[in-house]
C-alpha cells in the first residue's frame, strides 16, 4: 500500500511539474546539443541500452528499481551540473515527464537555465522524439553495465 502512494504521488508531482518547465522543442534541442551544451539523461540503463544515448551526455538514473526517486539522484545532478547556478543545461527520458520534474527540482534549488528537451528520446502519443528524428545517438557502453 506505502508503495502505491509513493508511486501516485511522483505521477502526480510529475503532472504538476510539466506545466512549469522551460521546455526546448525539437529543433530547439538540437541546436542545443549542436552547440555542445550539457545534456543530461535521467532515463534508466535498460532505456540507455534499448535506443542509445546522445552523444556527450551525461547518464544519470532519476529513478531507482522500485520507481521511487533513487536517493542521491539530486546530489548527482549538482556534482554534474556544478555549483554555476546560471549553466545552461538540457534534461532528457523517454518522453518529457521525469526530465520536467528534473527541470523544476533544479529551479527549486536556484538554477536558471536548465531546460526540459520535451519530446524525450521517443515520444508519446503527441511527439516523435529524438531517435525517430534520427537525432544523433550512440550504442550506450560502459555506463549500462
Not at 532519476?62 to 539522484?73: K, Q, T, V
Not at 539530486?74 to 554555476?84: A, K, P, Q
Request: hydrophobic share 35%; glycine share 6%.
Amino acid at each position: 500500500m506505502k508503495t502505491l502512494i509513493l508511486k501516485t504521488l511522483l505521477i502526480f508531482f510529475i503532472s504538476i511539474n510539466i506545466a512549469y518547465s522551460k521546455d526546448l522543442d525539437h529543433l530547439q534541442s538540437l541546436n542545443f546539443y549542436e552547440n555542445g551544451k550539457l545534456i543530461i539523461d535521467v532515463r534508466n540503463k535498460d532505456e540507455w541500452k534499448e535506443s542509445g544515448v546522445i552523444p556527450n551526455a551525461k547518464l544519470i538514473q532519476m529513478l531507482a528499481p522500485d520507481s521511487n526517486i533513487r536517493n542521491g539522484y539530486l546530489e548527482d545532478l549538482i556534482e554534474v551540473i556544478g555549483e554555476d547556478k546560471s549553466k545552461e543545461v538540457g534534461i532528457i527520458c523517454r518522453s518529457g515527464r521525469r526530465s520536467s520534474f528534473t527541470v523544476n527540482i533544479l529551479k527549486e534549488k536556484g538554477y536558471t537555465n536548465i531546460h526540459n528537451i520535451s519530446e524525450g528520446m521517443l515520444g508519446d502519443q503527441k511527439t516523435i522524439g529524438w531517435v525517430t528524428r534520427n537525432y544523433p545517438t550512440i550504442q550506450c557502453n560502459q555506463e549500462c553495465e
